[in-house]
Structures are given as structure tokens and as C-alpha cells.
């Protein structure tokens, strides 16, 4: 009776691991001392034959299983030791027992994870090439709280979710060292759930590497064996006050702004010597990329990520994407990426349900389901939630050098009737319609990156009046470095839509801006939202015959270029594209041997240089003290002039809206002495008419616009000048017109 009793459990607990039905089968599995000698006990389910190296005997079967049981002395037993097993096929087969490794992921580490406050999780979870007491393999682990039984699988062990089930952790993870295991590998995760029994096969939400679409397997990933060159780069980026920088991104989705000759994707080395030297050529001083984590749907852009972990294998390896970084930092080019914490797509092999209830999304679909994208919102209060996304920046800046993280939809974040009716959102703990939880994840995001990254710049994607987005947590802010200027770019888009014969009385469009711009860090962003579903390209949604919409066009430019805020223009706006924006092909790049595609592309890197070269153009961007107003108001003659200040000298800009020539236009100027115009958007190198004059090159001693001197300048219509004080050029008054370009 007494071994009745003690056989029953086991034979049980066996019952539940051969029903893939048990959650740790350390238990069952490996070896253990019983009675004095070492019991060893696998379960191999398609052996016919089993023997332990280095041992005599073979392994007995437990009848109607595949279970096999050794028996030995303890001595002989000692340390890790190895499987030889023949299989049904008879195939030999032979290697390290998994279930006699001891547990490897720290108690402590599993702690900070359970309360949300592990930055670095993604070092244990996932899968990870390690040396395990001598013994190279993968460590997997995932989280899954849900589960009843968790197995990895792969081609390793023919995806048979029998052969290596995972032992449960505390916190709910579950890990398994798999020895002899190396970079390369297939792999996903079965999972069990425990209510249902249901099974589901799942990527790794942790996994660096994934499968080409459509494949969605995860890919184990060795060490890195690549060597960063951009050390000076990193510490320049610490020592420096971005604030005061010039900042003007090119923003880039990698699968369309260039494809091969047959018209496949480029990898990530091309695609970092091509467009490097193009993004140098035109003075840019970053690019940002839309999402390249790993992602199913190409037409998705990048936006319902699956693989938050793992550079897209659509342009090569994670080793490939650290050359495109560190050539890009070594050529003098930042690097951003836009990264998307704000939904996750609903495919069935990736984060939905991931164990078999809802997870990484919340369970009411009230605040766990966007209707408008068709996705999932992750649950950003469940502590290894939040632990997850905060993983995931970390990986991207510390593993890849990234330079800065534009956060994509943060209004969706931070407002729980984001995009809904009456009756489809529940509100918080104190009765309101902000996502508190949201709110405390972007906080402790933002603290975390500018304590581990200085000078890295974490950019929000808000739309609405959220108060305080780029300001610090200590101050009650998000404390997101800056925010893109929603408001600017539809007010400003909306106002070169209208015809230049109406300008004069539309100039408030413009000039509203500046009564908020200082409210925030903001950055001026004409983004690939804007030519895209209808919305027509850059050029086409300027009005007149085609010299004027392109003339309307550098105009928009110099403007967006001369007004305080960063930078930031879509990939194909440069030589004015007159196609929307078509991410399964390159952008029209036979367009630029024409004139005037060609001249737009020379003022941009025109701009970009001016942008860089004068300091009254970047520092002070964020401060009042860096804008003047000349004259906002001018409805007559639709002409808009300002002041930019800093460093040892200003910069005045001219822009002529409208449709009339002005002869003699008077405009204040700061300081007396020869003036030069820097940039003419009428200019013939740009695709101008010439006509553009300076009529005096010396300053009147006549006050004008709140200035106490003045110029005359002669302005065809849509036409932009910047001026500067030219101290190299002689003081004589001059009779003759002086053209530019």
C-alpha cells in the first residue's frame, strides 16, 4: 500500500506530462537520487533505443509511454550528461539532456519584471545564446500567465510541442536551456492554454531576429560579433545641447525611397551607401525611418509591428541594420526610428492572445481594441506590459545606437475616447477620459531613456492639447524631448491651398502658430501622412498652372525652413513628387533630371545648408527670444517678413504670397551696413524665373516695422528671400539692380 501510494502522484503527474498538460517537468524529468542511486528519466517520443554516454545499459520504456527510465550509481551520474537515442527512422541521434541544467534566469530578475521594473527583460526573455556550465546552447524563456504548459519548438525537434516543454517560473515565465543549440535557429512557442486547453503557436514577442514574411517563425540570434566605429559619435551626442542644434530629418520608408534594378528591395549595406551620400548631398542632418521592427504587411508600413525586438529581415540581419547605423554615424547622420507602442495588429501568430486570453491587450476591448485600425491597444497598467515596451526602446537605443524613438499615435495613448463614441469607452479611477496608466508608462519611458541615453531624443506624435508633452516629468510633463506641430503643418497646408489672389486674407493661418509655439518643444513635420489616401503629393496640393505650384511649393519650403521648430520633410517631397506616395515602389526618381524637380531638390539642400550654417536659424528655436515679427499682418500686399535672432547675427525673411510683383517693398532690418540675400526661392537654379532684385544693398538710416533701418527689395510674386548683413560686401549705395541666383 505504501508504494501504491507513492507510485499514484507519479503516475499521475507522468499521465499530465505525456497529456502536454504539465507546468514543470524538472519534476518528472532529468536525474535524481532515489534510494541511494541516480534515477534518469526522458521523454523522447520517437526513440526506439536509448542509452546514456559514458554509462552500461540501456534505458527500460515505461510500458504504452515514451518515457525511459536508467538506473545507476550516483557517482556515475555526476554533472551534465548526454543522451544517445535511435529513432523510429534509425537515426542515431545524440545530445546534452535539457532537463539537467538547473534553472538560469535570477530569482531577482524575474522580481523587478513582476512589478514592471525591469528595463532590460529582453537579456532573459526570448531566446539567447549562452554558455550554460560549459555548455553552449539557447536559453528560451516567455511570459505566459495563462498557460498550462508552454513548449519551445522548431525544426530543432520537428515542431513536436512534446519534446521540450518549459518549466514555469515564478512570475509566470517559463524558460528552457536547450544545450547544443546555436544562431540560426527555427523556433516558435506552443502554448497550453489552461482554462481552454487550446493550443496556440506563437513568434516570440522577445525574438531579435523573424522568418522573411510570409514565414513568421522566430530566428535564434548569436552574440554580435560586429564592431561599432561611432564612439565619437556617441560622445558628442552626450556632450551636445540638441537644443540648440540644427536638427532637419529626411524621413524614409527603406522598402520604397529606392528599390534595384529589377525592382527588389534593397539590403540594409546598400541602402546605407546609397542613402547616405544622397541625405549628405542634400544637408540633412538625420533620417528617421518608419518602422522597420518586424512586421507581416507590407502595406502596413511598418505600423502593426509583430516583432518589437527585431529589425525587419526584409533588408538583411541585425548585424546588416548595425552597419546601416554606425555608416550613417560615421558619415555624420543621426538615426530615428519610429517605433509604435500604441497598437499591435491581431494576427494569430503573434501577440493577440497570446496565451490563449488577452495578454498584452486589455481584456475589455473598450480599452483594448482600436476599431479604426483594426488592432489591439496594449495594456499599458499590467506591470510586464509596460516591462515589455520599456524593453523594447531600450534595445533600440542601446543595441543599435539609434539616436532618438518618434512615438507613433501618442494621442491614442493618452485619451481613452480616442476616436470613439458615446457609450464605446469607460473612464478612468477619477471619473475622466485620460488613460492614466498610458500617461505613467510614457513618464517613466521618457525618464528612463534620457537617464540611460543623454542626448537621445524621444519625439511625441500628439495631435490634440494635451498640456506640457515636451516637458520634464519633474515639471508635471510627459517629458518627451519634442512634439510634432499638428497644428502648423494643417494650418499651413490649409493656407497654401488657397488661391494667391485670396492670400491676404488668409495670412492668420500662418501667423496663429506663433501664439502657441513656444508652449512646447516642437518640430515642424511635413510627414508621409501627407501624401498619401487621396491627400494628393507636396506639388499637387498647391494651386495654379504648374510654375506657379511649384513656385508656391519652395515658397512652403523656405517658410517651413526659416520658422522656429526642427524639421522633418517626407522622402520624394524633396524634388516635389508629383505621385502620392506608393510603398510597393520607388519613388519617381526620373523626375529630377527635369528643371524644375531639380531645382526644388537644390533649394532643399539649399535650406538645409542655411538651416545648419546660421545660428539665428536653429538656437533658440524653443525660446520667444529667437522670433520677430516684422510684419504678420500685411493683407494688401499678402507679404509676411520676420526676424530670426541668434548668435552675432539676424536674419530677416521675406515671403510675397500673393500673386502681384511689389516694386520697392520696404522691410525693417535690425542693423545698418551692406545686406545680401542668402536664398531666393525665384532664383533660376531653383526653378525660378531670375527675377528676384535687391535694390539697394545698403540699409536706409529710415526706421521701419518697429526696425531702425530699412531695404527695398523688389519681389515677384510667390517669391521668398532670407537676407543677412553681408560685412564682406562694400557699403556703396547701388543704382543698378543686382540679381540673385
Avoid at 537605443?397 to 507613433?408: I, T
Wanted: charge should be negative; charged fraction near 25%; include cysteine.
Amino acid at each position: 500500500m505504501k508504494n501504491a501510494r507513492r507510485q499514484y502522484p507519479i503516475a499521475a503527474a507522468l499521465q499530465r506530462l505525456l497529456d502536454g498538460r504539465h507546468d514543470d517537468p524538472f519534476a518528472l524529468l532529468g536525474s535524481r537520487d532515489e534510494n541511494g542511486r541516480s534515477l534518469v528519466r526522458v521523454h523522447l517520443p520517437d526513440a526506439a533505443q536509448v542509452t546514456l554516454v559514458g554509462e552500461t545499459g540501456e534505458f527500460s520504456r515505461i510500458a504504452g509511454t515514451e518515457i525511459f527510465e536508467w538506473q545507476g550509481n550516483v557517482s556515475a551520474n555526476a554533472g551534465r550528461y548526454r543522451l544517445r537515442w535511435t529513432d523510429t527512422n534509425g537515426r542515431v541521434r545524440e545530445s546534452f539532456d535539457p532537463y539537467s541544467f538547473p534553472t538560469i534566469i535570477p530569482a531577482f530578475d524575474l522580481h523587478l519584471f513582476a512589478e514592471g521594473r525591469h528595463l532590460d527583460i529582453h537579456r532573459w526573455l526570448g531566446a539567447h545564446v549562452m554558455d550554460v556550465e560549459g555548455v553552449t546552447g539557447v536559453l528560451f524563456a516567455t511570459w505566459a500567465p495563462h498557460a498550462e504548459r508552454v513548449s519551445v519548438v522548431g525544426t530543432f525537434n520537428d515542431w513536436d510541442g512534446r519534446r521540450n516543454p518549459m518549466r514555469r517560473r515564478d512570475g509566470d515565465v517559463w524558460e528552457l536551456f536547450l544545450p547544443e543549440l546555436s544562431a540560426g535557429a527555427i523556433y516558435k512557442f506552443e502554448i497550453r492554454n489552461r482554462d481552454s486547453g487550446d493550443v496556440f503557436l506563437k513568434s516570440d514577442p522577445y525574438a531579435q531576429a523573424c522568418e522573411l514574411r510570409p514565414e513568421t517563425a522566430s530566428v535564434t540570434v548569436g552574440r554580435s560579433a560586429y564592431r561599432w566605429s561611432d564612439s565619437a559619435w556617441i560622445a558628442a551626442r552626450r556632450a551636445d545641447d540638441w537644443r540648440n542644434q540644427p536638427i532637419s530629418i529626411y524621413e524614409v520608408h527603406l522598402g520604397s525611397w529606392q528599390r534595384s534594378a529589377d525592382g527588389g528591395l534593397l539590403d540594409y549595406r546598400s541602402l546605407a551607401k546609397h542613402l547616405v551620400e544622397y541625405v549628405r548631398r542634400l544637408g540633412f542632418t538625420h533620417i528617421e525611418l518608419l518602422p522597420i521592427t518586424e512586421h507581416p504587411y507590407d502595406p502596413s508600413w511598418g505600423y502593426q509591428a509583430t516583432g518589437l525586438f527585431a529589425p525587419t529581415s526584409r533588408f538583411g540581419s541585425p548585424d546588416d541594420f548595425r552597419f546601416f547605423v554606425d555608416h550613417c554615424h560615421r558619415h555624420g547622420i543621426g538615426v530615428i526610428l519610429d517605433w509604435v507602442p500604441a497598437h499591435f495588429p491581431r494576427d494569430d501568430h503573434a501577440l493577440a492572445g497570446y496565451d490563449g486570453a488577452p495578454l498584452y491587450e486589455h481584456a475589455d476591448p473598450r480599452r483594448g481594441a482600436h476599431s479604426d485600425w483594426g488592432t489591439l491597444i496594449y495594456d499599458y497598467g499590467y506591470p510586464q506590459v509596460a516591462a515589455f515596451l520599456m524593453a523594447s526602446a531600450m534595445h533600440w537605443l542601446g543595441e543599435y545606437h539609434l539616436d532618438g524613438l518618434r512615438v507613433d499615435a501618442v494621442a491614442s495613448m493618452l485619451h481613452r475616447d480616442y476616436s470613439r463614441k458615446a457609450g464605446e469607452w469607460t473612464t478612468n479611477s477619477e471619473g475622466g477620459r485620460e488613460n492614466l496608466e498610458a500617461v505613467d508608462f510614457l513618464r517613466d519611458l521618457n525618464r528612463a531613456v534620457h537617464g540611460r541615453f543623454p542626448g537621445a531624443l524621444m519625439i511625441a506624435e500628439e495631435s490634440t492639447t494635451w498640456p506640457m508633452v515636451s516637458r520634464p516629468v519633474e515639471d508635471g510633463g510627459l517629458g518627451f524631448s519634442m512634439k510634432w506641430n499638428m497644428g502648423w503643418m494643417h494650418d499651413t497646408l490649409e493656407f497654401f491651398r488657397v488661391d494667391p489672389v485670396h492670400r491676404g486674407h488668409a495670412l492668420q493661418k500662418l501667423s496663429f502658430g506663433m501664439t502657441y509655439a513656444y508652449s512646447e518643444n516642437f518640430m515642424l513635420a511635413l510627414s508621409h501622412d501627407e501624401v498619401v489616401h487621396g491627400k494628393s503629393p507636396m506639388v499637387g496640393k498647391m494651386p495654379g498652372d504648374e510654375r506657379q505650384r511649384f513656385a508656391n511649393l519652395r515658397l512652403l519650403y523656405l517658410y517651413q525652413w526659416t520658422q522656429p521648430g526642427k524639421k522633418l520633410l517626407f522622402m520624394g517631397c524633396e524634388f516635389a513628387d508629383t505621385s502620392e506616395w506608393d510603398h510597393d515602389r520607388s519613388l519617381n526618381w526620373s523626375l529630377a533630371q527635369y528643371p524644375l524637380h531639380a531645382g526644388m531638390q537644390r533649394l532643399v539642400g539649399a535650406l538645409n545648408d542655411l538651416y545648419v550654417s546660421r545660428p539665428a536659424l536653429h538656437r533658440d528655436e524653443f525660446s520667444p527670444c529667437g522670433f520677430q515679427w516684422l510684419d504678420c499682418d500685411d493683407r494688401a500686399n499678402a507679404v509676411l517678413s520676420y526676424l530670426r535672432r541668434g548668435g552675432n547675427e539676424d536674419v530677416v525673411v521675406v515671403l510675397n504670397l500673393g500673386l502681384s510683383s511689389q516694386s520697392q517693398y520696404c522691410v525693417g532690418v535690425p542693423t545698418a551696413g551692406a545686406y545680401r540675400i542668402d536664398v531666393d526661392t525665384n532664383s533660376q537654379t531653383y526653378g525660378g524665373d531670375g527675377a528676384a532684385r535687391l535694390l539697394q544693398l545698403t540699409a536706409d538710416d529710415v526706421p521701419h516695422q518697429g526696425q531702425p533701418y530699412s531695404l527695398r527689395l523688389t519681389l515677384p510674386a510667390l517669391t521668398g528671400v532670407v537676407l543677412r548683413p553681408a560685412k564682406s560686401i562694400t557699403t556703396q549705395r547701388v543704382v543698378a539692380d543686382i540679381l540673385t541666383g
